[in-house]
C-alpha cells in the first residue's frame, strides 16, 4: 500500500441536540481517488470543513505529513497541502482567471507602493491552465468561463498552492457529460501527479471510474469501506441507505392518452436558427436529454414564457396557445419547475405557506383579500401529501433541505389544475430518498393525465423514469427513443449529433 | 415581526418619558399635538416611500415633486381661480402620472431606481424654479381655498386633521400590505423578483404600482404642506423630505434589499423622528445638532436591530436544530456558526 498521507482519527463532532460527526476514521494515501459517498445529512460536507480548518472537531485527531493537530485552521489547511474545489464555485466573476487564483494572495512588485505584479501572475498561471488543457487564458474574465471551466480555475488554484490533496464536493452536478469526463480525465492526471483526490459526489457512475477506494458515510457514521475491486453501483447504495434500490422504472397505469403538448416549430432566442419539433402525450413521462447548452432549458423557458417565443407555436390538445409571459403559460396550466430552486423556484425568506400559494394566490382571495384559512389548508394539504419534513408550514422556506425546498416547488404547481409540466433538473443535488419520492410524484402525474417533460442530465434517471426519451442537440431534437431503445449509448450518440446506428443501418 | 414594532415603541416611550422628565413642557397639550400633526405630515408620504422600498426601490424625488406640485397647485388656485376640487384632483393626478413615469422608466425600461428618481429629484426642482423664476408662491389674502385649506389644516376635537388622515390611511394601507394579494405580491417580488415572476405574478406591474401610490401620496402630501406653510419657495420647499421618509421606512424595519418592512414601522419611524426632533428643540440642544442626533439615532438604532436580529436567528437555529436532530444537517449548523461555505443541496 502506497504511503498515508493523510489519516483522521475518531474524528467527532457534536453540535447542540445532534452529533454530525461520531467517530469518524479516515484515511487518504499518496496519489489515491477516495470517493466519499452517503446521503445528504450523512457528514460527508461537515467532516471535510473539519479537514479544511473550517469546523473545530470536538474530539479527534489530523494528521497531516507527520504532523498531529487536534484541529486546523483554514491557513494550516493551505500550509499542510490541503485544497477545496467548492461545489458553488467561490470565484470572482468580475476579476480575471489569474486575479482568482492568487486572491489573498497576490504577488506583489517591488517599490514603495507594492503594487500587484499581474504579468507575474498570469506568468504563474499560464503553465498550470495548459497542464489542465484549459483552453482560456489567465486575462480572461471569469464572468466568461462556464461552470466547468470555472471549475478548471478552482483546481489551478489548488495547483498553485501546491495542494497535496484537493477535495471535490459534487464537482459535476452542474457538468455536461463531456465535461464531466474532462474533468475525470483532470482528475487521473493529478493522481498521476501525486496528488490526493477526495471526490465527494451523488453519482455513483463518476465514483466508479475515478475512485481507487469508497468510503461511505451514514448518520455522521462510517459505515464501510469498499476497494476498487468491490466496487459497484448496488453495493455502494446498499451501504448508503442500508437497503437496496428499488428499480427506478415504474411503467404508467394506462395507456398514454391522445392530446397533450405540442411543440411544432418552436424557435427560442438561444438558438434563432433552428426549430424545435416535440410533443409529449398526456400521462407520459417525456425525458429531454442531451448536453448542457443543448437549448433544453431554453426550450422549458420559452414554452413556460418566461423567454420570448421567436417562431412557431405551442399546442395544447391541439389548440393553439398564447405564451407571451409565465401568467399566460400557468393560465394554461402550463408549470415548470426550474432548475435553480433557490433562485426561480422559491422565495426562500418566505414561509413554506406564502410559497405554496405564491401561484394561485387569487385563489384563495376574495376581493382581493387573502383567506388565511383556506390558504393554510392548501398548504398542510400539499405538505402532507409531498411528505415535507419541517414542523410547521409557516417556517420560512430557506431553513428546509434540498429536496423539501423542491417538494415546496412542487406543492405550489400541484395546488393547482397542471395540464403540461416541465421538470428542470428535478433531482439535483437532491438525496436518494428525496429523489424517489419525485419519480413516483411524477408518475402519478401522468397516471392523473399530466404531460410531463423531463429535463435530466442524470442518465440513470433519463433512462430509468421516461417512458419516451427525446435528445436534443445544437437546439433541435436529434432523435426520439422508445423504450426498447433505451441505452447510454443510443442518448450519447443522439446527444453529440450522430444518428442511431439503427438508422444508419436502414439507409441504402 | 411584531417584536421589531413593539421594540421600536418601548424605544419611542423610553425616549419620550425621559424627555418628558427633564422638561415636563415636552407632554404638554400643545406640544403633543404639534408633534402629531408633524407626524400626519411626514408620515403620508413615508407611507409611500416604505412601499417603494420594501420591492428594493427606493424614491428620491419626493422632496422636488413636493416643490413642483406645490408651486402648480397654488397657481391653479390663485392665478387661474380653478375651484379647488379641481385643483386637488389635478395634483393628485400629477403625483400619479410623476410616479407611473418613474415606475415606466425603471420596470419597462430597466433602469435603476436610483438613478430615475435621482433625475426626478433635479429635474422637479428645476422645472418648479424654472415656472415661478424661483420666486415664492403664496396665497394672497383672499381665501381661495378656504374650504380645503380648513380640512388639510384643521382639526377635530383638537386632534390635527393630518393625524388622523395618517391613521386612516395605515389603516387602509395596512390591509393592502399585510392582508391583500396585492401585499403578498410585494414583498415576493421584493424578495425574489425571478421567482415571483415564475410564479406567474406580473411583476412590473407590482413594482411600478408602488411607485404610483408613492407619487400619488406625494401630490396629497403636497396639498398638506402647501397648507401648512401657505406658500411654497421652490428653492427650498420639500428639501430633503425624501430622506425624512426613507429614515423613517428604514428605522421602522423596512430593509433597503427589499422585501421587509410595514405599515405600523414606518408609523412608528415617523413618529420617533418627530419625537427626536421636537426633543432637540424642548432640550435647549443647539438646533444645528437637530441632523446628527437623528443620524445618531437611526445609525443605533439599525445597528442594535440587526444584532438582535442575528441573535435571535441563531437562536432559532439552535433550536430548530434541536428538535430536527439528528437527521438534519448543515443548513442549520451552518447559520447558527456562520460558516463561510455551503453545500448545493441545502439552502
Known amino acids: ?123 504563474r498561471v499560464t503553465p498550470l491552465l495548459e ?187 391541439n389548440t393553439p396557445v398564447g405564451v407571451a409571459s409565465p401568467r399566460d403559460a400557468i393560465r394554461q396550466g402550463i408549470y415548470l419547475v426550474p432548475e435553480d430552486r433557490k433562485k426561480s423556484g422559491l422565495v426562500l425568506e418566505l414561509p413554506i405557506r406564502e410559497n405554496v400559494t405564491l401561484a394561485s394566490l387569487l385563489d384563495h382571495a376574495r376581493m382581493w383579500l387573502v383567506n388565511s384559512a383556506a390558504e393554510r389548508k392548501i398548504a398542510k394539504d400539499q405538505a402532507r401529501r409531498l411528505s415535507i419534513k419541517a414542523p410547521s408550514v409557516d417556517i420560512e422556506a430557506v431553513t428546509l433541505s434540498g429536496g423539501n425546498q423542491q417538494k415546496v416547488v412542487l406543492g405550489k404547481w400541484l395546488s393547482m389544475q397542471p395540464r403540461v409540466m416541465f421538470f428542470d433538473e428535478p433531482t439535483r443535488g437532491i438525496d436518494v430518498g428525496a429523489k424517489s419520492e419525485i419519480y413516483a410524484l411524477m408518475r402519478s402525474l401522468a397516471d392523473q393525465g399530466v404531460a410531463i417533460v423531463m429535463i435530466s442530465s442524470d442518465m440513470e434517471e433519463v433512462i430509468g423514469v421516461s417512458d419516451r426519451v427525446a435528445v436534443m442537440h445544437e437546439g433541435s431534437v436529434s432523435g426520439v427513443l422508445e423504450r426498447d431503445q433505451f441505452s447510454e449509448y443510443n442518448v450519447l450518440r443522439l446527444a453529440v449529433g450522430q444518428a442511431l446506428e439503427i438508422q444508419e443501418a436502414a439507409a441504402p | 415581526m411584531m417584536k421589531k414594532e413593539l421594540g421600536l415603541f418601548l424605544l419611542l416611550a423610553v425616549i419620550s418619558a425621559i424627555t418628558g422628565a427633564i422638561n415636563p413642557a415636552f407632554l404638554s397639550f400643545v406640544n403633543l399635538l404639534n408633534m402629531a400633526n408633524l407626524i400626519g405630515l411626514f408620515g403620508v408620504f413615508a407611507l409611500g416611500e416604505g412601499l417603494v422600498i420594501i420591492t428594493g426601490g427606493i424614491d428620491l424625488s419626493l422632496g422636488s415633486m413636493f416643490a413642483l406640485l406645490g408651486v402648480v397647485f397654488i397657481d391653479l388656485l390663485t392665478t387661474y381661480q380653478v375651484p379647488w376640487p379641481f385643483a386637488l384632483l389635478l395634483v393628485l393626478m400629477g403625483g400619479l402620472a410623476l410616479g407611473g413615469i418613474q415606475g415606466f422608466l425603471i420596470t419597462r425600461l430597466k433602469m435603476q431606481p436610483f438613478i430615475v428618481t435621482l433625475c426626478g429629484l433635479l429635474i422637479y426642482r428645476g422645472a418648479a424654479r424654472y415656472y415661478t423664476s424661483d420666486s415664492t408662491r403664496g396665497f394672497g389674502y383672499g381665501d381661495e381655498a378656504s374650504t380645503l385649506s380648513n380640512i388639510a389644516s384643521g382639526n377635530i376635537g383638537g386632534i390635527p386633521n393630518t393625524f388622523i388622515f395618517l391613521i386612516i390611511l395605515a389603516l387602509i394601507l395596512g390591509v393592502l400590505l399585510h392582508r391583500s394579494v396585492y401585499g403578498r405580491w410585494l414583498y415576493a417580488v421584493g424578495k425574489n423578483e425571478e421567482a415571483a415572476r415564475f410564479s406567474g405574478i406580473n411583476t412590473n406591474l407590482v413594482i411600478a404600482t408602488a411607485y404610483v401610490i408613492s407619487g400619488g401620496l406625494a401630490g396629497v402630501s403636497t396639498v398638506m404642506f402647501v397648507f401648512y406653510t401657505n406658500s411654497v419657495s421652490p428653492s427650498s420647499f420639500g428639501n430633503f423630505y425624501e430622506l425624512y421618509a426613507i429614515a423613517a421606512a428604514v428605522l421602522g424595519g423596512c430593509s433597503l434589499r427589499g422585501g421587509e418592512g ?37 445609525l443605533i438604532g439599525v445597528l442594535a436591530d440587526q444584532q438582535l436580529q442575528a441573535r435571535r436567528r441563531r437562536k432559532a437555529a439552535l433550536a430548530g436544530l434541536a428538535r430536527t436532530a439528528p437527521k438534519k444537517d448543515s443548513t442549520i449548523l451552518q447559520s447558527a456558526t456562520a460558516l463561510p461555505t455551503r453545500t448545493g443541496d441545502q439552502a
Open chain 2, 262 to 298: 410595514s405599515i405600523l414601522g414606518i408609523v412608528l419611524g415617523t413618529a420617533l423622528l418627530q419625537v427626536l426632533q421636537n426633543l432637540v428643540n424642548i432640550l435647549g440642544i443647539p438646533n444645528s445638532l437637530n441632523f446628527a442626533v437623528m443620524g445618531t439615532v437611526i
Open chain 1, 1 to 123: 500500500m502506497a504511503e498515508t498521507l493523510l489519516e483522521l482519527s475518531g474524528i467527532s463532532k457534536t453540535y447542540p441536540g445532534v452529533r454530525a460527526l461520531d467517530d469518524v476514521n479516515l484515511r487518504v494515501c499518496r496519489g489515491e481517488v477516495l470517493g466519499l459517498i452517503g446521503e445528504n445529512g450523512a457528514g460527508k460536507s461537515t467532516l471535510m470543513r473539519v479537514l479544511a480548518g473550517v469546523i473545530e472537531p470536538s474530539a479527534g485527531v489530523i494528521r497531516i505529513g507527520g504532523n498531529e493537530h487536534a484541529r486546523m485552521t483554514v491557513t494550516e489547511a493551505t500550509q499542510c497541502g490541503i485544497a477545496f474545489v467548492h461545489q458553488e464555485l467561490n470565484l470572482f466573476e468580475n476579476l480575471d482567471v489569474a486575479a482568482n487564483v492568487f486572491i489573498g494572495r497576490e504577488k506583489l512588485a517591488g517599490g514603495p507602493l507594492k503594487l500587484v505584479d499581474n504579468a507575474e501572475m498570469r506568468a
Open chain 1, 131 to 317: 497542464r489542465l488543457g484549459a483552453d482560456f487564458t489567465p486575462n480572461t474574465l471569469v464572468d466568461n468561463l462556464s461552470i466547468a471551466e470555472r471549475q478548471m480555475v478552482e483546481i489551478a488554484k489548488a495547483l498553485s498552492i501546491d495542494a497535496r490533496v484537493i477535495i471535490m464536493d459534487e464537482p459535476t452536478s452542474s457538468l455536461t457529460i463531456s465535461e464531466t469526463e474532462r474533468l475525470l480525465e483532470v482528475i487521473a492526471d493529478l493522481k498521476a501527479h501525486g496528488i490526493s483526490v477526495i471526490y465527494i459526489s451523488h453519482r455513483l457512475g463518476e465514483i466508479m471510474s475515478c475512485a481507487d477506494r469508497v468510503m461511505v458515510l451514514r448518520d455522521g457514521r462510517t459505515v464501510g469501506e469498499l476497494a476498487r475491486d468491490e466496487l459497484s453501483h448496488a453495493a455502494m447504495i446498499r451501504l448508503m441507505i442500508g437497503r437496496d434500490l428499488k428499480a427506478l422504472y415504474t411503467p404508467p397505469a394506462r395507456a398514454p392518452e391522445p392530446g397533450g403538448c405540442d411543440i411544432a416549430g418552436v424557435v427560442t432566442s438561444a438558438f434563432p436558427d433552428r426549430q424545435i419539433n416535440l410533443s409529449v402525450r398526456r400521462g407520459e413521462i417525456l425525458g429531454l436529454a442531451g448536453l448542457v447548452g443543448a437549448g433544453r432549458t431554453s426550450l422549458a423557458r420559452a414554452v413556460f414564457g418566461v423567454d420570448p417565443l421567436l417562431g412557431g407555436e405551442i399546442r395544447i390538445d
